[in-house]
C-alpha cells in the first residue's frame, strides 16, 4: 500500500494543477477537486480564478457555477421568456455552457450530479461547441472552457459520473490539507506559457512512457495518455522549455495517472497481493509488455510509474475490493441529480389545455403557439405590441407516472444451501434485468449472513453492472433474519423517496438464528425477525416470501404473514420459476397492504 | 463545418470501421450502434465519417433533402412543383447530411413542429423541420443513446420503421420521408439498450480499448499532431481519406451487381438457425453486409469471408440473453462460426 504523501506535496502539486489549468483549460478538459468545503477548497478555488482571469487579461473571463442538479434547459439554453414576451418573437436564451466559453465552468457538488446531467457537459467538453436543439431553436454556440468538478463525496462510491471524470485530465483530493500546509506558489507567467504552447517539443519517448505506465496502473481508457502529455507539455511551457523534460512527465504521472490507477505496478513489492483489476477494464488483461524498443524510454518509464505510484490514493486496494463488490466505480453516483433532472413526476406526454394553479406546470411554448395565430387580431384590438394570451390558450404539461419499481431481493446466503440459492437469486436478477428496460425496473440486492447484512448490488438496471457485482458473491455462515429484513426496510424506503415502487423479494426458510448485535440465539433472533417484519408490513411495502426449504416452514409463512407479506414456498428455487413469479406479483396493484 | 479528426488517422478499432463503411455504402442496412469502453474514438470515428460520405443530388431549397431520381420519393413541395413543370426542380450537390441529435433535444425539434417565429410574428401557420427531415437520406447520429429520453427513442423507432415522419400537432398535418441511417453510441455502464432499439439497428459493434502499447503510442501521437496542427494533420490524410470515399463510391455502383450464391445462403441460414436468432432480419442483414462488404473489398461475388467477418457485428445484437452464460454474444457468434462454417 503506498503511504500517504505528505499534505504540503499535495498542496503544492495542487497550485500546479491550477497554473496548469490556467495555461491549457479546453485541452486538459479540467481539474475534479475532492475535498469538502474549507479552507483548502476555498484558497484553491480564489487562486484558480485569479490565474485564469490573469492568463487573459484582456477579456473579462467568464466562470459560470452550475448546481448538481441543474435542468438540461439552464444548461443548453432554450427559450428566453422575458424576451419573447418584450420582442413578441421567440428569442433564444443561452445555457451555461454556452456562456462558459473562453472560461471555467465549475460544477458544485459534483457527486450528485445524474449522467442526464452530465450528458451535454461531456458533448461540449469532445466537440468545443454545444449543439441545442430546442423550444423551436436550432443552435450551435461555441463552448470551449474547463471544468472544475467540485465533489464533496465522502463515500468511496459518492462521485462525479465516470463518463466526467475522464475527461478532466487532472484528479486532486485536498481532504487532508489544512491551512498549515498551504503555502503560496511562486507567481508564473500564464500568459506566455499560453502562447508558447504548441512550440514545445514532444520527443517519443514522452508518449511511450506515458501510455506503457498507464497500462501498467489498469488505466486502459485512450483519453488517458492523451490527457497526460497534454499536462505535460503544459508544464513544460510553464517553466519555459522548449522540449517536455523529465520533470514535467513526472507531474503529470502524478495528477493524471496516479489517482487514476487501478491496480499497482507488478514490480510493487505487493505483486502478490495485488487484486486482479476490475473485470470491467481488463477482461484478459495480460502484464503489458513494455515496449523495449529503447532503454531510455524503459527508464523514464519507470520514473513515470514511480511518481504515479506515490499519487495512488491511499487505500486503493481496499476501495477496489470493495467496488469489485459494490460495483463500478461511480456508477452509482448522481441519484439525486438524477431523479432531479428527470422530474419523477414522470415523462412528459404533451400537454393540455387548464388553469393554472399552484401545483400545475405551464408548457410555455405550447401556450405560445396556440396563442399565436390569433396575434393579429388581439393586437389589433388591444391596441398593443405586446404578445395577447388568453386563458383559453393556456397549456400545461402532463405527465405520465413512470409506475417505476425497484425489485430489492434479500436473500439468506447462511449455511450449506447458501451458493445455490444465491446463484437461483443471481439468475433471477439478471433474467428480470433482461427485460427490466422494457419496463423500467430497476433491481438491488441484498444478502444476509454470518454477523449481518450487505447491500451487494445498490438499485441499478444495468445487466452490465449487475453481472459485474454479482460475479462474487460471499456465503455461509448463520442466519441474521432481523439484520437482513432491517436492511431491506432501510433500501425500500429510500427508494420509495426517490419516487419509485419498493417491492421486496426475501427468498429465506425464516429459520434466523443470529440477533441484530450479532450474537447467537434462536429465540431473540426470531423475536427481531418478527418486530422486523411489522415493520415491514407497517411501512405497506409491496413484499414476497418465497421459501426455499424443502418442506414449508411455518417459521418463514409466519414471517410472510407479519410483514403482509405474499408466501410462496418454492422448495426447488430455480431462477426462470422465481423470475416468473416475482413477475407475476409485482405486476398487481395496487400494492398488497395488511390483511 | 467543425474541424473533424480524419477517418483515416484513426488507428486500430477495425470491427468498428468497417461497420460505418458497410452503413455508408449500402444505408438499407439499418444503422450502426456502437457500444464500449470509454477513450476508444466511438464518435471520432462517427464524426469523421461525415468527411467520406460521397455528395448527394437533392432539390434546390428543398428542406427534406429531395432526391430528384426519385420521384416517388419526393416530399409533398417537390411533388407539387413537379406536378406542374415536370423537370422543373432545380438541383444541386450536397454533402450527405450527419445530423447530431444531441442530449437534451426536444420533441418539436426532433420532429418538426410550428415555427413559432412566423406564427408569432406574422400570424402564419407555417412547418418547420425538425432533425428528422434534416437527417432524411443521410446519418442521424445519437451519442450516449442509452440516455436518451424515451419518448424521443419511441418516435425514433417509429420513424426508422416507416422512413416518413408524420406529425399530427398545433393544427398541422405533414408528413415528410425521414429515410436515414441511425447510428447511435454509447457505454453500457451507464445503462442498456431497450431490446426493442436494439433490433433495429442492422449492426451491433463492441468496441474495447486496445492493449496494445505500440497502437496506443501511434494514437496518441497522431492525436498530438492533429492537436498542434489540425489542418496540416487533415491535409496529410486527405488523400487516405479521398481513397476510402473513392473505394465507398464503387462499391455503391456495383453493389446491384454481387453475386450471392446458394452455398452461401444456405451457410448463413444455418449459422443463424444454430445460434437461434429471431425473425428473418438477421438473416438479410448479414447477407446485406457481407455483400456491401464484398463490394467494397473488390470481389464479384459474397465469399465465406466476408460473411465471418461481419457475422459477429450482424448477429451478436440479435441473440436471445442467457443470463447464466456469462459469454459474451460476440464470442458465441465466433464459436457458432467455427461450428457452422466449417469449410
Avoid at chain 1, 515 to 536: T, V
Avoid at chain 2, 8 to 30: F, H, N, W, Y
Wanted: glycine share 8%; net charge neutral; hydrophobic share 45%.
Amino acid at each position: 500500500m503506498t503511504e500517504a504523501r505528505a499534505a504540503s506535496a499535495i498542496w503544492s502539486d495542487a497550485c500546479r494543477a491550477a497554473q496548469l489549468l490556467a495555461v491549457d483549460p479546453v485541452g486538459l478538459g479540467g481539474v475534479a477537486l475532492r475535498s469538502p468545503a474549507g479552507e483548502a477548497r476555498t484558497a484553491w478555488l480564489l487562486m484558480t480564478r485569479r490565474l485564469a482571469a490573469g492568463a487573459d487579461a484582456t477579456a473579462s473571463l467568464p466562470i459560470v457555477q452550475i448546481p448538481a442538479d441543474v435542468s438540461a434547459p439552464q444548461l443548453l439554453g432554450g427559450l428566453d421568456l422575458e424576451q419573447t414576451l418584450a420582442l413578441g418573437r421567440p428569442a433564444a436564451q443561452q445555457g451555461a455552457l454556452a456562456r462558459a466559453d473562453g472560461g471555467l465552468l465549475i460544477l458544485a457538488m459534483a457527486e450528485r450530479m445524474g449522467a442526464a446531467a452530465a450528458g451535454p457537459i461531456t458533448a461540449a467538453l469532445d466537440q468545443g461547441e454545444v449543439i441545442t436543439e430546442r423550444d423551436g431553436f436550432s443552435l450551435r454556440r461555441p463552448a470551449r472552457f474547463g471544468v472544475v468538478a467540485l465533489d464533496e463525496g465522502i463515500a468511496a462510491d459518492e462521485r462525479p459520473p465516470t463518463a466526467l471524470l475522464e475527461r478532466l485530465a487532472i484528479h486532486l483530493d485536498l481532504s487532508d490539507v489544512t491551512h498549515r500546509d498551504m503555502e503560496d506558489a511562486a507567481s508564473v507567467d500564464i500568459a506566455s506559457a499560453r502562447r508558447s504552447l504548441y512550440d514545445v517539443i514532444v520527443p517519443d519517448s514522452v508518449i511511450e512512457s506515458l501510455c506503457a505506465a498507464a497500462l501498467v496502473l489498469g488505466v486502459t481508457s485512450g483519453r488517458t495518455p492523451i490527457l497526460a502529455l497534454r499536462t505535460a507539455r503544459a508544464a513544460a511551457a510553464l517553466a519555459g522549455r522548449c522540449i517536455i523534460a523529465e520533470e514535467d512527465v513526472v507531474l503529470a504521472a502524478r495528477l493524471v495517472l496516479g489517482p487514476r490507477a487501478l491496480q499497482l505496478p507488478a514490480s510493487d513489492q505487493q505483486a502478490e497481493d495485488t487484486p486482479p483489476p476490475p473485470p470491467e477494464d481488463n477482461p484478459d488483461e495480460q502484464p503489458p509488455e513494455p515496449q523495449a524498443s529503447d532503454s531510455e524510454v524503459r527508464k523514464l518509464e519507470d520514473t513515470v510509474l514511480e511518481a504515479a505510484t506515490t499519487a495512488i490514493p491511499p487505500g486503493l486496494l481496499q476501495l477496489l475490493q470493495d467496488n469489485a463488490l459494490r460495483g463500478a466505480r461511480g456508477t452509482n453516483s448522481g441519484k439525486a441529480g438524477d431523479s432531479q433532472q428527470k422530474g419523477l413526476r414522470g415523462r412528459p406526454i404533451g400537454s393540455r389545455r387548464g388553469e393554472l394553479r399552484s401545483k400545475a406546470r405551464l408548457d410555455l411554448l405550447d401556450t405560445l403557439r396556440t396563442a399565436a395565430p390569433w396575434q393579429n387580431l388581439r393586437r389589433a384590438s388591444a391596441r398593443s405590441q405586446l404578445i395577447q394570451i388568453r386563458r383559453e390558450d393556456i397549456r400545461l404539461k402532463r405527465f405520465k407516472d413512470r409506475q417505476a419499481t425497484t425489485t430489492i431481493f434479500v436473500v439468506d446466503a447462511s449455511g450449506s444451501t447458501a451458493m445455490d440459492r444465491l446463484g437461483e437469486a443471481k439468475g433471477a436478477i439478471e433474467m428480470l434485468l433482461a427485460d427490466c428496460y422494457v419496463r423500467r425496473d430497476e433491481v438491488a440486492l441484498i444478502a444476509f449472513r454470518g454477523a449481518g447484512a450487505d447491500l451487494l448490488l445498490p438499485a441499478t438496471r444495468s445487466l452490465a453492472r449487475a453481472k459485474k457485482s454479482l460475479a462474487a458473491l460471499p456465503g455461509g455462515g448463520g442466519t441474521p433474519l432481523a439484520s437482513g429484513l432491517i436492511a431491506a426496510e432501510k433500501l425500500a424506503d429510500d427508494v420509495r423517496r426517490k419516487g419509485r415502487t419498493p417491492t421486496l423479494v426475501i427468498i429465506t426458510d425464516g429459520r434466523a438464528n443470529v440477533a441484530r448485535d450479532g450474537m447467537g440465539g434462536r429465540e431473540r433472533a426470531q423475536a427481531e425477525a418478527e418486530q422486523a417484519a411489522i415493520l415491514i408490513r407497517s411501512q405497506r411495502f409491496r413484499a414476497i416470501v418465497v421459501d426455499n426449504s424443502p418442506r414449508p416452514e411455518p417459521k418463514a409463512r409466519g414471517i410472510a404473514l407479519s410483514m403482509g407479506a405474499i408466501y410462496l414456498p418454492l422448495p426447488l428455487v430455480n431462477a426462470a420459476i422465481l423470475s416468473d413469479a416475482v413477475r407475476q406479483h409485482t405486476s398487481q396493484r395496487p400494492a398488497r397492504g395488511s390483511q | 463545418m467543425a474541424i473533424t479528426f480524419p477517418f483515416s488517422a484513426i488507428v486500430g478499432q477495425d470491427e468498428m470501421k468497417r461497420a460505418l463503411i458497410i452503413a455508408a455504402i449500402d444505408p438499407t442496412i439499418g444503422g450502426v450502434l456502437i457500444f464500449g469502453d470509454r477513450g476508444t474514438g466511438k464518435s471520432t470515428a462517427v464524426r469523421a465519417l461525415a468527411n467520406l460520405l460521397p455528395p448527394i443530388r437533392t432539390v434546390e431549397g428543398c428542406s427534406y433533402n429531395c432526391d430528384p431520381a426519385k420521384p416517388a420519393g419526393l416530399c409533398k413541395a417537390c411533388n407539387d412543383t413537379q406536378a406542374i413543370a415536370p423537370r422543373s426542380l432545380k438541383t444541386r450537390e450536397a454533402p450527405a447530411p450527419v445530423v447530431d441529435l444531441p442530449l437534451g433535444a426536444t420533441e418539436d425539434r426532433v420532429a418538426g413542429a410550428l415555427d413559432i417565429e412566423r406564427a408569432l410574428v406574422h400570424s402564419e401557420k407555417a412547418f418547420e423541420p425538425g432533425l428528422l427531415a434534416r437527417a432524411n437520406r443521410g446519418f442521424l447520429y445519437i451519442d450516449e443513446v442509452n440516455l436518451l429520453e424515451d419518448h424521443l427513442v419511441d418516435l425514433l423507432l417509429d420513424v426508422a420503421a416507416s422512413g416518413e415522419n408524420v406529425i399530427e400537432r398545433e393544427g398541422l398535418s405533414i408528413r415528410h420521408p425521414a429515410r436515414f441511417v441511425l447510428i447511435g453510441s454509447g457505454n453500457p455502464e451507464e445503462g442498456e439498450l431497450r431490446p426493442q432499439l436494439l433490433d433495429r439497428f442492422g449492426l451491433s459493434v463492441d468496441v474495447v480499448t486496445t492493449k496494445d502499447v505500440s497502437q496506443r503510442v501511434e494514437a496518441v501521437k497522431r492525436r498530438e499532431a492533429f492537436d498542434r496542427d489540425p489542418e496540416g494533420f487533415i491535409a496529410s490524410h486527405q488523400a487516405a481519406d479521398a481513397k476510402i470515399r473513392k473505394r465507398i463510391t464503387t462499391a455503391r455502383g456495383k453493389l446491384p451487381m454481387i453475386a450471392i450464391a446458394d452455398d452461401i445462403r444456405e451457410a448463413v441460414a444455418g449459422l443463424c438457425v444454430s445460434l437461434g436468432t429471431d425473425g428473418l432480419r438477421g438473416e438479410m442483414t448479414l447477407l446485406r453486409a457481407a455483400r456491401a462488404l464484398a463490394a467494397y473489398d473488390g470481389k464479384r461475388e459474397v465469399q465465406l469471408a466476408q460473411i465471418k467477418a461481419i457475422a459477429p457485428a450482424a448477429l451478436r445484437h440479435r441473440l436471445r440473453r442467457n443470463p447464466l452464460d456469462d459469454t459474451g454474444s460476440g464470442v458465441r457468434v465466433e464459436r457458432a462460426m467455427a461450428e457452422v462454417l466449417a469449410p
